[in-house]
């Protein structure tokens, strides 16, 4: 009896033991990668821990751009119960790096891997908070692009636009032919989308000067007026039932041949790809004219938060399989973005995802990558809040372009 009672003792603390092993080998992630697109992308990562042992806890919280997302690990941080790893762009990686004891150091990992060598420069200025890897970079995303529904493009007779007046005629033949010429999503940050390709197709001091810089001179300038106008012509083209649409509803009516052309980032190829489709032969992917040979970029990174030791291994495991070169190939390949990294090969890619790279290491050389306005990589979150409000009221009717002017330069002073 004692020896079943002691057999029974020992197998409960193996068990027990084994319970405890698993716990750790884990992490907690939480994202806002939520649509059909993203989720896929994602599960290559989950697959990628799960071959090494490492279990996945998620934590999806929808809304993209990630402000709800913000609120709920800010609460969790407070709480002294922070995630293994979260989401982030741009300039709220620095916001946390400022916060003392909140997040990891993976200087170690960085210097195991190569990081220093194998990033982008502009993009290690956000992943980096006083020197100090803080976040593994996932992709590089830019949103300086077009979708265009290839058989409504051949329908109209489209001619690829090189400049602004070939855009607004592929719009105009688009309208004629009773076809939605522009799908959007009527959301902040999708307007501010199209906003970053119209200030940069005027010239990149202009986008330096006034959307990084904020010289006061460039932001009231006639560029920024015009910037303005093209953004109320754009307007003209969009569907009456725009308001609120998420962004990959507006890439599903391109997609479906209900709309010809969205301006949105390149994760809407992710929705293309995930759907079907395929580059050259279902869509177009095309530069926003006048941007060729520059990128906007946003890069999605995860923050590695400070956790108890038993919990640093499955951390570190997680940092470095964001940056192997397979998962950073297989991962971009379903995102629709470019690695992370600039050594990976672009022979799983299709002709996007190779001129996505391409774009990215000329742009990389020349110094061209500029970090977006919507996406939080131009200015911090208070000056990127009043861009929001200023451009997303005047596409809806609230200013003239001439107001709209006024108002931003009033709204950026306001936030120094």
Request: overall charge negative; aromatic content about 8%; proline content about 3%.
């Amino acid at each position: 009896m004692k020896k079943n009672i002691l057999k029974v003792a020992i197998s409960s603390a193996i068990v027990a033991a084994s319970l405890n092993v698993k716990a750790a080998e884990s992490v907690e992630v939480l994202h806002w990668w939520t649509s059909g697109g993203e989720a896929s992308a994602l599960d290559i990562l989950r697959a990628g821990l799960q071959e090494k042992g490492i279990g996945w806890q998620d934590m999806p919280v929808a809304g993209g751009g990630g402000s709800q997302a913000t609120t709920v690990l800010r609460a969790r941080v407070t709480g002294n119960n922070p995630p293994t790893a979260a989401q982030m762009l741009g300039y709220d990686v620095l916001d946390w790096g400022k916060i003392d004891g909140a997040v990891a150091n993976l200087n170690d990992i960085a210097a195991q891997e190569n990081w220093d060598e194998l990033v982008p420069e502009a993009l290690q200025f956000f992943s980096k908070y006083e020197g100090n890897w803080i976040a593994a970079p996932v992709n590089v995303h830019s949103s300086n692009w077009i979708w265009i529904n290839k058989e409504q493009f051949e329908k109209v007779n489209g001619k690829i636009p090189t400049n602004w007046d070939e855009l607004v005629g592929l719009l105009d033949a688009f309208k004629a032919a009773g076809i939605t010429p522009l799908a959007h999503g009527g959301q902040a940050w999708q307007e501010v989308v199209i906003f970053d390709s119209i200030i940069l197709s005027l010239g990149k001091d202009f986008y330096r000067s006034a959307m990084i810089d904020l010289d006061p001179a460039a932001i009231k300038s006639p560029k920024m007026l015009e910037a303005f106008k093209r953004m109320g012509t754009l307007r003209k083209y969009v569907d009456d039932n725009f308001s609120g649409r998420d962004w990959n509803l507006a890439s599903a009516m391109v997609i479906e041949g209900k709309a010809g052309m969205q301006i949105q980032g390149d994760w809407a190829k992710g929705e293309f790809v995930n759907a079907g489709k395929v580059p050259d032969e279902d869509f177009i992917c095309i530069r926003y004219p006048g941007t060729e040979g520059s990128t906007v970029f946003l890069a999605d990174q995860f923050v590695m938060f400070e956790v108890d030791e038993s919990k640093k291994n499955a951390q570190k495991e997680m940092a470095k399989g964001i940056m192997g070169l397979e998962f950073q190939s297989a991962f971009n390949v379903a995102k629709g973005s470019a690695p992370a990294r600039m050594d990976v090969p672009d022979s799983a890619f299709d002709s996007c995802g190779k001129k996505a790279i391409a774009d990215l290491k000329a742009s990389n050389a020349s110094g061209s990558m500029f970090g977006s306005i919507a996406h939080g990589h131009a200015v911090p979150s208070i000056v990127k809040g009043a861009i929001y409000d200023v451009v997303t009221a005047h596409f809806n009717g609230e200013y003239t372009a001439a107001e709209a002017v006024e108002e931003l330069a009033v709204a950026i002073d306001s936030t120094r």
